[in-house]
């Protein structure tokens, strides 16, 4: 981009005729400005198109940062039908289940169910005995050993 705010200022101090001190005021400031919006190295359209995508942005994340303030947000471990692996107690191998989704309770508790097994388990379980990859599964029982 071409600066023009230098070409500006010389323009100014090369002219004979004289600005009332207000104007020069005026003028100076005006040049000022022009330059700072050069310092930011963009062009108008560029800069209009940023502005565009931080207000969708903004209008997108709106209604998840009202949900959060209002502790509506849940945020899942995994995907809906991913597959996680479950280690229980005396197993020599994972079981292997699908997410199937979240369950609030009237008092806020947080659950994700299995239907295979009937059960259900916690954000806290992700790590200890709930694993979403098989990789991870055998690292934990391993250190367990």
Do not use: H
Not at 106 to 116: A, F, L, N, S, V
């Amino acid at each position: 981009m071409e600066r023009l705010s230098d070409e500006l200022f010389d323009i100014i101090n090369e002219q004979d005729f004289c600005f009332a001190p207000g104007e020069m005021r005026i003028v100076e400031k005006a040049a000022a400005r022009f330059s700072a919006y050069e310092d930011i190295g963009m062009e108008p359209e560029e800069i209009m198109a940023l502005r565009a995508s931080f207000e969708a942005l903004r209008d997108d994340a709106m209604p998840l940062l009202r949900a959060k303030i209002e502790d509506r947000l849940v945020i899942l471990p995994c995907k809906p039908d991913e597959i996680f692996y479950q280690w229980k107690r005396g197993d020599d191998c994972p079981s292997v289940s699908r997410f199937e989704g979240v369950e609030i309770s009237e008092d806020g508790k947080i659950t994700y169910p299995m239907k295979r097994w009937g059960e259900s388990f916690s954000l806290d379980d992700f790590g200890k005995t709930i694993f979403l990859s098989l990789t991870e599964a055998k690292a934990a029982i391993e250190m367990k050993d």
